[in-house]
C-alpha cells in the first residue's frame, strides 16, 4: 500500500501543477490577448485618424483648385469683355464724324502744343493737324487718331495717340480687375 500512497501523492501533485500551469497559461493569454486589443484599437484608431487627416487635406485641396479654377473663369470673361469692348471702342472712334474728330485733335493739340517743337498724326489727320497747329508737321504715323508731340531735338516724343491712351486704360482695367481677383 505505500506505493499506492506515493503514487497517488505523486499524481496529486502532477495535477496540482498542471492546474497551476493551466491558470497561469490561461491568465498569460489573456493578458497577451488584452494586449494585442489595445494595440489593434490603437492602430485602428492611429490609421483612422489618419484617413480622416487625409480626406479633410484632400478635401481643402479640392476646394482650394475649385476656387481657383473659378477666378481664372472670371478673370478670363472679364479679360474677354474687357477685349471686347477695346475692339468696339476702336471701331467706334474709327468711324466718329469728322467734326467730332477735329474736336477731339484741337483739345489735344491746346493743352500738349508747348511741350513740342514737332506734331506727327495718322495720314486720316494730317489736313487737319497742320490747321489746328502752329507745329512743324513732321509726317504720319500709324495710328487710329490722335497726335504725337517731339521735342526739338527728338529726344522727348509724348505720345496722345488714341491707340496708347486706350491701351493705357485697358491695361489699368486688367490690373485692377486682378487685384480684386487674386488680391
Known sequence: ???????????????????????????????IINEAKEIQKKTLGDG?????EDL??????????????????????????????????????????????????????????????????SKDSEETVKKLSSLTYAGSIDSIGGVVLENEDGTVRLDFTYDSILKNVYERSLKQISDLLYG
Do not use: C, F
Not at 496529486?12 to 492546474?19: L, N, P, T, Y
Not at 483612422?48 to 480622416?52: I, N
Not at 479654377?69 to 478670363?76: F, Q, S
Open 56 to 121: 479633410q487635406n484632400l478635401h481643402q485641396q479640392v476646394i482650394s483648385s475649385a476656387n481657383l479654377e473659378v477666378k481664372r473663369i472670371a478673370l478670363n470673361k472679364r479679360k474677354d469683355l474687357l477685349d471686347k469692348v477695346y475692339y468696339q471702342t476702336v471701331e467706334r472712334i474709327k468711324s466718329m464724324p469728322a467734326s467730332k474728330k477735329e474736336e477731339l485733335l484741337k483739345y489735344i493739340i491746346d493743352k500738349h502744343e508747348a511741350s513740342g517743337a514737332r506734331i506727327y498724326s
Open 1 to 31: 500500500m505505500g506505493l499506492e500512497i506515493v503514487v497517488k501523492d505523486i499524481q496529486e501533485g502532477a495535477r496540482a501543477e498542471v492546474s497551476r500551469l493551466k491558470t497561469e497559461g490561461d491568465a498569460k493569454a489573456s493578458e
Open 48 to 52: 483612422l485618424a489618419k484617413a480622416e
